[in-house]
């Protein structure tokens, strides 16, 4: 991959009822050259939204790929890549770093009714998850808009060390720092 390739790293960080989203542009040779943060709402529906939300802030043509860090932030808030992908018209990944039975069981302990439904339905809608070998083992990987061969191929070109790729662990990062910001200012 060209070192100038670009990604789109999201993660989150929360205490309390609202989450701190960060989309951090990362280069391939792990130059960061653009950051976005939103909000969204821990156990609420919203996370897709502020994603997408931070996608068009930054107005960039030049990200290739978004790279979302798990698929359930801010307590089972469900982040629906077609609709990302939909929204962005750039490959979706997502990149979780634990093995799991799936999220279906601990989604109905944690909801009820429609609300627990919802988030199931969106879950179900989900690509599987396909395993990355790095350095540090394996990460798990859903994609949209691109196969799976070139979306190990992503997250390979992006994490230079560790098992981390590099947009999402700087975007972890961001989102630490700008939500403990937040809270000292609320």
């Known amino acids: 991959?060209?070192?100038?390739?670009?990604?789109?790293?999201?993660?989150?960080?929360y205490r309390g009822e609202t989450s701190t989203v960060a989309g951090v542009v990362t280069r391939a040779d792990r130059t960061v050259d653009g950051v976005a943060?939103?909000?969204?709402?821990v156990g609420g529906t919203d996370a897709t939204a502020a994603i997408a939300l931070i996608f068009a802030d930054l107005g960039r043509e030049d990200i290739q790929y978004l790279l979302v860090a798990g698929i359930a932030p801010a307590w089972y808030n469900i982040v629906d890549l077609g609709r990302l992908?939909?929204?962005?018209?750039?490959?979706?990944?997502?990149?979780s770093f634990e093995d799991s039975?799936?999220?279906?069981?601990?989604?109905?302990?944690?909801?009820?009714?429609?609300a627990a439904q919802k988030?199931?339905?969106s879950y179900d809608a989900?690509?599987?998850?396909?395993?990355?070998?790095?350095?540090?083992g394996p990460v798990y990987v859903r994609s949209l808009g691109i196969d799976d061969e070139a979306a190990a191929a992503v997250v390979r070109a992006f994490t230079p060390e560790g098992g981390r790729p590099e947009p999402l662990r700087v975007a972890r990062l961001?989102?630490?720092?700008?939500?403990?910001?937040?809270r000292q200012t609320e």
Do not use: H, N, W
Not at 102 to 114: P, Q
Not at 174 to 182: C, E, Y
């Open 37 to 41: 943060f939103e909000t969204c709402s």
């Open 101 to 114: 039975e799936g999220l279906g069981d601990a989604i109905r302990e944690a909801f009820d009714g429609e």
């Open 174 to 182: 961001a989102a630490r720092g700008g939500d403990a910001f937040r």
């Open 85 to 95: 992908y939909e929204a962005t018209e750039t490959p979706v990944l997502s990149v």
């Open 126 to 136: 989900l690509p599987e998850r396909q395993p990355v070998e790095l350095d540090d």
């Open 119 to 121: 988030r199931l339905d």
């Open 1 to 13: 991959m060209k070192s100038g390739a670009r990604a789109l790293g999201v993660a989150e960080s």
